[in-house]
């Protein structure tokens, strides 16, 4: 797939292996109210720095209305389930790593991934650990990802790593593996 393609929010609704359609559309949804929020119209172009730094279009065609505000009033879980659903579709267009499960509390991440042409679980397997940012600065961004590169660090094992932290003011994703 073409790096410079959009990156779809719907994509989500489709699903992963250890990602339901509904759980989909939920992280979708919680992207596109923190795109919102800054009044970015589909198509906003989202910085992507760490391994690679480029601009991507980011779609969506959720309608981001009352209800939808009223749901998402928690800024702080808006920030981070958006920021999932962000970087969960950035791992798998720029790594081609899809998500094969939730990880559990107390694992230092967020979710397992495999290769995205893996045929068997946990083949190429690596981990990913996110945060969201709704409004925010390029340091406190930085300062997140060192966070959380030290988060991950402490977990046990030697699979790779990403560490993606998603600012929505910009927007910006940093993506970096330790």
Known sequence: MDPAAPIDLHALEEGMPGIS???GAFLAEA???CLNHHNHPPGVLLRVTGLLDQYVPLTWAIAVNKQLLNSWNDQQELAEYGACGVAILA???????KVIRRARKGSKV?????????????QDAARLEVSGILNGSEAEATRRVREKVSQ???????????????????PQSHMVSP
């Open 110 to 122: 967020d979710y397992w991934l495999a290769s995205a042409n893996a045929e068997m679980p946990f």
């Open 91 to 97: 791992v798998l267009r720029f790594e081609g790593h």
């Open 31 to 33: 992207s596109a109210v």
């Open 21 to 23: 359609p509904r759980w």
């Open 152 to 170: 991950v660090q402490q977990a046990p094992g030697t699979l790779p790593t990403y560490v993606v932290v998603v600012e929505f003011s910009a």
